[in-house]
């Protein structure tokens, strides 16, 4: 399945799941996922990466709460990486999420 806030943005993402693979250019490939992978707990029920400065503009838009919150907090996550957040096991009854933050320096 393909979400997108615009047709537009569908439409790239189908053309670019039509063009030969390139792994350099994939997720994996960026040192800024593989660093905040690195340090979510293991085993691991899943987790979500966000690439605040790729996906700024895009999330701030489609998600008002965001809206408010970047303007508010803009000293703030203007210096902010990216997020990871992780869900993992605990009790049979119970899961834990963790939420790590990475801070560009100025």
Do not use: C, M
Request: proline share 6%; hydrophobic share 45%.
């Amino acid at each position: 399945e393909v979400l997108g806030t615009s047709l537009a943005a569908v439409d790239q993402v189908l053309q670019a799941a039509a063009q030969p693979h390139d792994p350099s250019r994939s997720l994996t490939a960026r040192s800024s996922f593989q660093d905040a992978i690195a340090v979510l707990a293991q085993p691991n029920e899943g987790y979500a990466y966000l690439d605040w400065q790729q996906g700024r503009k895009a999330i701030v838009q489609s998600l008002p709460v965001l809206r408010w919150l970047d303007l508010v907090a803009r000293p703030i996550v203007n210096h902010l990486d990216w997020v990871a957040l992780n869900l993992a096991g605990g009790e049979p009854d119970t899961r834990r999420v963790s939420l790590f933050a990475r801070w560009r320096s100025t």
